[in-house]
């Protein structure tokens, strides 16, 4: 029974998953609920088998000392499963909300459960073995996910995301390889399993296996020269992309780091392999070419995914520290950042969500019609700048001062520059929101108007027939949506936002123009006089399901900022296993 | 230099009945094999073919039963002991060997009574049974013998029952890969037959056993005549067993045959000559001799090729089932390279993966023979969207996939593992990285078809669900096949020390 209790939280999602595939059961109506239940359950078994469950360990099969699937409770399992399971139920309740538009609801629901068993699997793992067979089927179960569009552009996303797993996890089995044939056990212990006395005679193949582990994990990490995956993937639907950059993936791979790097190698036996020279080269480029990359990106999720590519340099520069502090900094930035992430993404999926707008220069003004949301996507990039009294500067803080302890200045040159870039990119997006006014376009409009006959000659047909159509249907569902308020200029931001779907290249601006005309003609004839008239700001703050999300995720930012001592005292067990 | 047999020895008072399973095995599918032409009707076939196979698969794990319990033995054909008789040596790995083919030939068979007479003419289907079975009756022979030469004859046999199950199928491209098989195979027969010759004349006996002890008494001075001979079995039996730059006639015959003539191609035809190229390193020449020659080396260089090419070949076919068949070759490429890292290990690995091999590509060839009976198409870019119309045979052609890929616990995973632990045995750490290689190219062309078979809006377009789905008895013998793979994954543990029993003395 205790055995259960401990590993109910990996069955519950896969449980679900049964339910959710199958159509007889489960009506397309019933969806979401089961969903919902799902997850939730699955969080109280989370607590349960964590705090109130005494077995911690158990072997599920144990065939020999290789291949030994084992799942093990210790303090860092409690923290990544609480992590994922909590974020898990917010995403759940913002997806069915933001799915609604979406196709194929079944198959997101199956996979987005059933990753969640996965990564259940990987935060339970009591050795490398288990740990890397969850690894791989993480690559599997989220490869759905993030090709769900089922676009050309999505399954070629597709395609890099799963080339680039699937040679980091080759990394980590030769790394694994290596390590096995030096100590013929992989299980995590706290201080390490690689004897110092081990070292002697042994020293290149713990090297190597090292850092062929450390790439390996790292490309889920998106260290950089392995990282062109993660913007990529955000052809994925927002929920997906906001877990993909909070816990799902990248986290693993961080998680993963944490594992090999206390729990398996240990610190002292780092330090006598002295390997970390090799790699905080990567990492420091991680973080500055991160930033830098983000700071030009017009697409608001791309921009976000090379912020987190930045921020999981953070997190790995913690790791190679090796000092107390630099671990709970880098801890503290894994929770942190997962929060942070999220929210950021959230406010952006819900920005896409009732407005299709994607770009950053098509925001202008959005602050004013959805104050709540921006306002959240302020906090949160505060926090990600590491302003107090946000979560962001308390996990730089302790970064700073793992550097500190470790008397290296650069790395704390580096954390400043880096966070100076951090403001340079998600400011200017709450500044564009709310203090840039959207009007500068409608002065243009005129010009279109006179241009429409000869720009109409020049239009390629079809191109211009498809926009069309796109562009009506789009119109229709706007209109429903928003009966009464929509006004002239809603439909104008709309066809505004189809023509940046749709119409691409040469295309571009002569659809852009017929499109921009006919929209006006169509709002003019439907809502009369009325939509002449738009300069009041209408408010289009997104529904509920998406909005609690975001403002209980902005209330724990500032939480964890004001009251960060509960969380760094429980942090404190993990820290005390690892050195 | 005694095997690690349990040697049991003649007792005529009381004959053990067990100890007549190989013979009784051989006798039955060559007896069953020669009856097919008296029947006329389909049921009937099928009746006989698969009431053999099912016998013979309840005697082989018997076999293997009493096998773990007693250990292996030897079997005088006749009552003539061995230097003049000849005789059979069944221990761990070959009963172990019996019973995949069995059970292999019997699902096999099952598929086969659904879909053959779609694939061949029907007055075909008891020429494709008597030469099925004959062919496993000398796959059968090749695995028991003790005999040297036997083991040629049986060589011979399958050669010609195998060309049988090719051109089945009475089509221009089928009769040209029968005859490319033929050829090749014949000039493989002959290098072996020379290779005897050459033993012969060193040591006097036919015996394995006999051969052996000969070998280490006169050693000096005759270092080159080993050599040529051995290099005259490697190249012999390496062209039956498809080593990489000798498998030109592997990915035509496997294409064009019909599927369930691929699957027994792939899954048992190229296993038997490895066994006895297995049987001959270490039982006819000995581990001493074998080690100072250069043959290892070659072996595993091969075999490196092959994992790297066979896969890169793969990754270029268009046609489904040669993509598969070429994959075949990168998979003989691990077989081989894990004989040739020589030592006890690698050769444990090399018989886990025959067996490993033998479930996965047999019922790989069987899904890829379900899709192209049911949509008619051959080539790759034709079957996407696959995985809506038939989506339990995509989903066994996926578990397959990721076994070759390389999935934890599943056994693909567990060779490729085991092999690196045998690699840094030998400090050839270097070869880490052709193993990861192939595993990486491996994922390259199995994830494109699974991926777009599944998953796409314009893959998806106009496929209805499930339209094209086999009943369930007709899925039944492949969700058998990757059950028993997935289970040969998990109880690897099990498995590898049962073999390791049983293995040559390395």
């Given at each position: 029974m205790e055995k259960l209790g401990m590993i109910l939280p990996l069955l519950v999602p896969i449980i679900g998953t049964l339910f959710i595939v199958n159509k007889r059961l489960i009506s397309d109506k019933n969806l979401t609920k089961v969903v919902a239940v799902t997850v939730i359950i699955n969080f109280v078994c989370v607590v349960y088998s964590l705090f109130f469950n005494d077995l911690t360990a158990v072997h599920i099969l144990k065939v020999n000392a290789f291949l030994d699937i084992y799942f093990k409770v210790d303090q860092l399992t409690r923290v990544f499963s609480l992590l994922a399971s909590s974020l898990w139920v917010l995403t759940a309740f913002y997806a069915f909300a933001y799915m609604d538009h979406e196709k194929r609801h079944r198959q997101f629901y199956t996979f987005f459960t059933l990753t969640l068993a996965v990564i259940m699997g990987v935060a339970y793992s009591g050795n490398l073995f288990t740990l890397y067979g969850y690894y791989e089927l993480l690559t599997l179960c989220t490869l759905p996910l993030v090709i769900h569009p089922g676009t050309a552009e999505a399954l070629q996303s597709g395609k890099k995301y799963i080339i680039y797993s699937f040679g980091g996890a080759t990394l980590v089995v030769l790394g694994m390889m290596m390590l096995y044939a030096v100590t013929g056990d992989m299980s995590f212990m706290a201080h390490g399993i690689v004897d110092l006395s081990l070292i002697e005679g042994n020293r290149d193949l713990l090297k190597w296996s090292y850092l062929a582990m450390f790439l390996g994990f790292g490309v889920k990490a998106a260290l950089v020269p392995f990282h062109s995956w993660l913007p990529n993937a955000m052809v994925a639907p927002t929920p997906v992309s906001a877990l993909l950059h909070a816990v799902a993936v990248v986290k693993s791979g961080v998680f993963s780091l944490i594992r090999m790097?206390?729990?398996?190698?240990?610190?002292?036996?780092?330090?006598?392999?002295?390997?970390?020279?090799?790699?905080?080269?990567?990492?420091?480029?991680?973080?500055?070419?991160?930033?830098?990359?983000?700071?030009?990106?017009?697409?608001?999720?791309?921009?976000?995914?090379?912020?987190?590519?930045?921020?999981?340099?953070?997190?790995?520069?913690?790791?190679?520290?090796?000092?107390?502090?630099?671990?709970?900094?880098?801890?503290?930035?894994?929770?942190?950042?997962?929060?942070?992430?999220?929210?950021?993404?959230?406010?952006?999926?819900?920005?896409?969500?009732?407005?299709?707008?994607?770009?950053?220069?098509?925001?202008?003004?959005?602050?004013?019609?959805?104050?709540?949301?921006?306002?959240?996507?302020?906090?949160?990039?505060?926090?990600?700048?590491?302003?107090?009294?946000?979560?962001?500067?308390?996990?730089?803080?302790?970064?700073g001062l793992g550097a500190l302890n470790i008397g290296n200045f650069l790395y704390i040159i580096i954390l400043l520059l880096s966070a100076f870039f951090t403001a340079g990119y998600l400011l200017p997006i709450s500044v564009t929101s709310f203090f840039v006014s959207s009007k500068s376009e409608f002065h243009e409009r005129d010009g279109y108007q006179a241009h429409y006959e000869t720009l109409h000659e020049m239009s390629d047909d079809s191109v211009r027939e498809t926009t069309r159509e796109m562009a009506n249907d789009m119109i229709h569902e706007v209109a429903h949506e928003a009966t009464h308020e929509a006004t002239h200029e809603t439909a104008h931001e709309t066809a505004n936002d189809t023509i940046h779907e749709m119409a691409n290249d040469t295309a571009h601006d002569t659809a852009h123009n017929t499109l921009r005309n006919e929209t006006v003609a169509a709002r003019h004839s439907e809502d009369g006089e009325a939509g002449a008239t738009g300069a009041k700001p209408i408010k289009l703050e997104p529904p509920k399901g998406m909005l609690y999300p975001i403002v209980l995720l902005t209330v724990i930012i500032v939480g964890l900022g004001i009251f960060p001592n509960t969380i760094i005292n429980f942090l404190g067990v993990v820290i005390q296993d690892a050195f | 230099m005694l095997q690690c047999l349990t040697l049991v020895t003649h007792n005529t008072a009381s004959p053990n009945l067990v100890k007549l399973i190989p013979l009784v095995s051989i006798m039955l599918l060559m007896l069953s094999a020669f009856m097919m032409p008296l029947l006329k009707k389909k049921r009937h076939l099928f009746g006989l073919a698969g009431g053999a196979l099912a016998i013979l698969m309840v005697l082989s794990f018997v076999n293997v039963a009493y096998i773990y319990q007693n250990g292996g033995y030897y079997f005088d054909i006749g009552h003539f002991p061995a230097p003049f008789g000849i005789s059979l040596r069944i221990g761990e790995i070959e009963s172990l060997i019996a019973l995949l083919f069995a059970i292999v030939d019997l699902m096999v068979t099952w598929y086969a009574y659904y879909s053959l007479e779609k694939e061949i003419k029907e007055s075909r289907i008891a020429f494709f049974h008597t030469m099925n079975l004959l062919l496993l009756a000398s796959l059968l022979g090749i695995v028991f013998t003790n005999d040297i030469f036997n083991g040629f004859v049986f060589l011979e046999v399958s050669t010609l029952a195998a060309c049988g199950i090719i051109v089945v199928k009475d089509k221009k491209t089928n009769i040209k890969a029968g005859l490319k098989y033929l050829i090749l195979s014949s000039l493989g027969s002959g290098l072996v037959l020379m290779g005897i010759a050459f033993i012969y004349s060193l040591s006097g006996h036919l015996s394995m056993d006999y051969i052996h002890e000969a070998m280490i008494a006169n050693l000096d001075g005759k270092q080159n005549t080993i050599l040529i001979s051995v290099i005259l079995f490697t190249v012999g039996l390496g062209i039956k067993g498809a080593m990489f730059p000798?498998?030109?006639?592997?990915?035509?015959?496997?294409?064009?045959?019909?599927?369930?003539?691929?699957?027994?191609?792939?899954?048992?035809?190229?296993?038997?000559?490895?066994?006895?190229?297995?049987?001959?390193?270490?039982?006819?020449?000995?581990?001493?001799?074998?080690?100072?020659?250069?043959?290892?080396?070659?072996?595993?260089?091969?075999?490196?090729?092959?994992?790297?090419?066979?896969?890169?070949?793969?990754?270029?076919?268009?046609?489904?089932?040669?993509?598969?068949?070429?994959?075949?070759?990168?998979?003989?490429?691990?077989?081989?390279?894990?004989?040739?890292?020589?030592?006890?290990?690698?050769?444990?690995?090399?018989?886990?993966?025959?067996?490993?091999?033998?479930?996965?590509?047999?019922?790989?060839?069987?899904?890829?023979?379900?899709?192209?009976?049911?949509?008619?198409?051959?080539?790759?870019?034709?079957?996407?969207?696959?995985?809506?119309?038939?989506?339990?045979?995509?989903?066994?052609?996926?578990?397959?996939?990721?076994?070759?890929?390389?999935?934890?616990?599943?056994?693909?995973?567990?060779?490729?593992?085991?092999?690196?632990?045998?690699?840094?045995?030998?400090?050839?750490?270097?070869?880490?990285?052709?193993?990861?290689?192939?595993?990486?190219?491996?994922?390259?062309?199995?994830?494109?078809?699974?991926?777009?078979?599944?998953?796409?809006?314009?893959?998806?377009?106009?496929?209805?669900?499930?339209?094209?789905?086999?009943?369930?008895?007709?899925?039944?013998?492949?969700?058998?096949?990757?059950?028993?793979?997935?289970?040969?994954?998990?109880?690897?543990?099990?498995?590898?020390?049962?073999?390791?029993?049983?293995?040559?003395?390395?």
């Open positions: 790097t206390y729990f398996i190698f240990g610190t002292q036996t780092v330090l006598a392999l002295d390997v970390t020279k090799y790699l905080m080269p990567f990492v420091v480029v991680t973080i500055v070419m991160g930033s830098l990359l983000a700071l030009h990106q017009d697409h608001l999720k791309r921009r976000l995914a090379y912020s987190t590519i930045s921020q999981l340099g953070y997190i790995l520069l913690g790791i190679l520290m090796l000092t107390p502090n630099g671990l709970l900094g880098a801890m503290l930035h894994l929770i942190n950042h997962a929060v942070i992430k999220i929210t950021l993404f959230f406010v952006v999926g819900a920005i896409t969500h009732m407005t299709h707008f994607k770009y950053i220069h098509q925001i202008r003004g959005i602050g004013k019609q959805m104050p709540i949301t921006m306002i959240c996507f302020t906090v949160a990039a505060i926090s990600l700048v590491g302003i107090p009294p946000t979560n962001g500067f308390v996990s730089k803080w302790f970064l | 000798l498998h030109i006639w592997l990915p035509d015959a496997h294409a064009s045959a019909p599927s369930p003539s691929s699957a027994i191609l792939s899954a048992l035809v190229i296993k038997a000559p490895v066994i006895f190229l297995i049987k001959v390193f270490y039982r006819v020449y000995g581990t001493q001799i074998i080690h100072e020659t250069v043959i290892l080396d070659l072996v595993l260089m091969f075999g490196v090729m092959g994992m790297i090419f066979g896969s890169l070949f793969a990754r270029s076919q268009k046609e489904l089932k040669r993509m598969i068949a070429y994959s075949s070759v990168a998979q003989m490429g691990y077989i081989f390279f894990a004989i040739g890292l020589g030592n006890t290990l690698g050769v444990v690995m090399a018989i886990y993966h025959i067996v490993a091999h033998a479930l996965t590509k047999s019922s790989l060839f069987l899904a890829a023979g379900s899709f192209i009976e049911q949509t008619g198409f051959k080539h790759i870019e034709d079957f996407r969207g696959i995985g809506k119309e038939m989506p339990v045979t995509l989903g066994i052609f996926t578990v397959s996939g990721l076994s070759m890929i390389g999935i934890p616990v599943l056994p693909g995973f567990i060779s490729k593992w085991n092999l690196a632990m045998a690699s840094i045995q030998i400090d050839k750490l270097y070869l880490l990285i052709f193993l990861l290689i192939s595993s990486l190219l491996n994922a390259s062309y199995y994830f494109p078809i699974i991926i777009n078979g599944y998953f796409g809006e314009e893959n998806l377009d106009g496929k209805v669900f499930l339209s094209k789905s086999k009943p369930i008895k007709q899925l039944l013998p492949l969700i058998i096949l990757t059950v028993l793979m997935v289970l040969v994954g998990f109880f690897s543990g099990n498995l590898i020390e049962f073999i390791e029993r049983g293995v040559y003395t390395v």
